[in-house]
């Protein structure tokens, strides 16, 4: 069975502490590793898509990189703004949905 | 560029009574996806629309659950009649046509079903 696991499920990190998060996944062909970013009350916002091992993504204060078995989400320096949950999803191939991980709580204190 | 859409933001129904949920995509997004996250679990997967076509249902979970979209527009998702298990937070999702487009969300319809 397909399927994503994510952790820690809570993250608590002072500002500017570095950290990452993981994102661990077992399907039977891979197409595609996502993470979006889920604020209280709102949908999840795209941030990366992933598609093969090697593979890096960077926006900002965020990267996310990817291997065979596992994605990171790596926050350096992290701003009490990028506090949200962050969600690990991935396609299979010849399938169109996502499958989602139940997310990590990040919390940045100033 | 307006995203996707939903209506109503949250719902409060009695079990029983029927609710349709709306769902606007991105213009010119084929794809749309409607997931389902329900109390202290992870997003799960509903149903797939190609255009005006069910491309995947199989995560509708019974026959209370009717998806349609008119002319590959906007889509509804009606739940009749509706029980205390069909609370939670439903989300709809676009993709361009083709390839490994990313699925962008509405921010969602909340169900409460008392």
């Known amino acids: 069975e397909d399927q994503v696991t994510q952790s820690p499920e809570a993250l608590r990190l002072q500002e500017g502490e570095s950290s990452s998060l993981n994102c661990s996944y077992t399907?039977?062909?891979?197409?595609?590793l996502f993470w979006y970013r889920q604020d209280p009350g709102k949908g999840p916002e795209f941030l990366f898509t992933?598609?093969?091992a090697g593979e890096e993504k960077e926006k900002e204060r965020l990267k996310a990189t990817l291997t065979k078995k596992e994605s990171f989400l790596h926050i350096t320096a992290p701003k009490p703004e990028d506090s949200a949950t962050y969600l690990c999803?991935?396609?299979?191939?010849?399938?169109?949905?996502?499958?989602f991980g139940k997310g990590t709580k990040l919390s940045v204190k100033p | 560029e307006a995203g996707v859409t939903q209506f109503p933001s949250h719902s409060v129904i009695e079990k029983g009574q029927t609710v349709t949920l709306r769902c606007d995509p991105i213009?010119?997004?084929?794809?749309l996806y409607w997931y389902r996250r329900v109390m202290g679990k992870e997003i799960k997967f509903l149903l797939h629309?190609?255009?005006?076509?069910?491309?995947?249902e199989s995560g509708m979970p019974n026959n209370r659950f009717l998806a349609e979209r008119t002319g590959g527009t906007y889509s509804t998702l009606k739940v009749q009649p509706a029980e205390l298990e069909d609370s939670g937070v439903y989300f709809c999702?676009?993709?361009?046509?083709?390839?490994?487009?990313?699925?962008?969300f509405g921010p969602g319809t909340r169900l409460t079903v008392t």
């Open positions: 999702a676009s993709s361009q046509a083709r390839g490994v487009y990313e699925q962008y």
């Open positions: 399907v039977s062909g891979l197409r595609g």
């Open positions: 992933l598609y093969s």
């Open positions: 999803a991935v396609r299979t191939i010849g399938q169109g949905n996502l499958i």
């Open positions: 213009s010119g997004h084929d794809n």
């Open positions: 629309f190609v255009k005006e076509s069910k491309q995947d």
